[in-house]
């Protein structure tokens, strides 16, 4: 089962940034699909993005696309959210996630389909 640790959550006020990490405990993962989700007080957990360890391939939502980046490095043992522009509505506790599959089609909208969990890290924007 791999582990993973979230870092990198703070609070900042509207239009900062903050770059979080997500530190997994195996490396050289080409099966895995890395995700970060976010959960806000009173709503459901939802994908913001998600990386393919085979191709590099990434997925962001939406609301999120042109403020966020998703990248990866040593070999997908480390995982980065790159968060700009921060907007309240992005205040959550955000989380990382690991699937351990190729393909990274329709999965990062997909909570469930991801075994394993960090235990999250609160990013919190004030306006």
């Known amino acids: 089962q791999l582990q993973l640790v979230e870092s990198g959550g703070g609070s900042v006020q509207q239009g900062g940034s903050l770059r979080l990490s997500c530190a997994v405990s195996?490396?050289?993962?080409?099966?895995?699909?890395i995700g970060w989700f976010r959960q806000a007080p009173g709503k459901e957990r939802e994908g913001v993005s998600c990386?393919?360890?085979?191709?590099?391939?990434?997925y962001t939502e939406d609301s999120v696309m042109g403020r966020f980046t998703i990248s990866r490095a040593n070999a997908m043992s480390t995982v980065y959210l790159q968060m700009n522009n921060l907007k309240p509505d992005d205040t959550a506790v955000y989380y990382c996630?690991?699937?351990?599959?190729?393909?990274?089609?329709?999965?990062?909208?997909?909570?469930?389909?991801?075994?394993?969990w960090g235990q999250g890290t609160q990013v919190t924007v004030s306006s």
């Open positions: 996630a690991a699937a351990r599959t190729r393909s990274i089609q329709g999965l990062c909208t997909t909570p469930q389909k991801f075994a394993a």
């Open positions: 195996e490396s050289y993962l080409e099966y895995v699909v």
């Open positions: 990386i393919s360890g085979s191709d590099g391939s990434t």
